[in-house]
């Protein structure tokens, strides 16, 4: 008698077949807002229910068509970008090479990995990884992910502004070299011109005059 007791006991505590289905699905954390398949069209509810469904469909089918839209300017935004920075590096390949200049990157800014010892952009606009065992790897700036080209510019920039200010100086003190230069020239070729046009003008310092013989009368 305790034992059948017992029996109903469990039975009764027992959650039914849908409860535990309901239990299984919490834990392995599936979500389903409403039952698609159907199933529930006995219910009192089921107009309500296919109502709702019909809802969901249809919100569902207006996400997939915004994300079709949006994966659509994604990729022209993509694009241009990457026509962009391949611009960008153009320009600044040009400007290190008249410059002749190359910078240092921090490797912790561009490299997390440990084995980065070195950094270079140099004058060609390449990317330069020198590695703890002096192995390089080199490639122009614009082939490198956009996150690490934007990286590099940061690093770079500022220093690039210092080395055009650098630049337009020594420009200027050979500008003015040539100034001066040019001023002594002038001096010194209007003198020498002076002195030629005089000479010209007042003819030799001494003339020698020949005398003409008479001819013998025949």
Wanted: with cysteine; hydrophobic share 35%; glycine share 4%.
């Amino acid at each position: 008698m305790t034992q059948a007791n017992d029996n109903t006991n469990q039975n009764a505590s027992a959650p039914t077949k849908k409860e535990g289905q309901l239990v299984m699905a919490e834990r392995e954390g599936i979500f389903c807002p409403s039952d698609l398949s159907g199933q529930s069209a006995d219910n009192s509810n089921g107009k309500e229910t296919e109502k709702n469904n019909n809802g969901a469909e249809q919100k569902m089918q207006e996400i997939l068509e915004n994300m079709t839209v949006e994966t659509s300017h994604l990729n022209e935004v993509m694009s241009e970008e990457s026509k962009i920075i391949n611009e960008v590096c153009l320009s600044l390949k040009e400007v290190l090479k008249k410059l002749h200049v190359s910078f240092n990157i921090p490797p912790q800014d561009i490299s997390p990995q440990r084995r980065t010892r070195r950094v270079i952009l140099n004058e060609e606009g390449n990317l330069v990884f020198v590695y703890e065992n002096d192995q390089r790897h080199s490639a122009f700036l614009a082939e490198y992910p956009p996150e690490m080209v934007m990286s590099v510019l940061w690093v770079v920039i500022p220093e690039l502004g210092k080395a055009i200010t650098t630049y337009r100086k020594k420009m200027n003190a050979r500008a003015s070299f040539f100034e001066k230069v040019k001023k002594e020239l002038k001096v010194a070729a209007k003198t020498i011109t002076g002195n030629d046009k005089t000479q010209a003008i007042n003819g030799p310092s001494t003339q020698t005059v020949e005398k003409e013989t008479p001819k013998a009368k025949s």
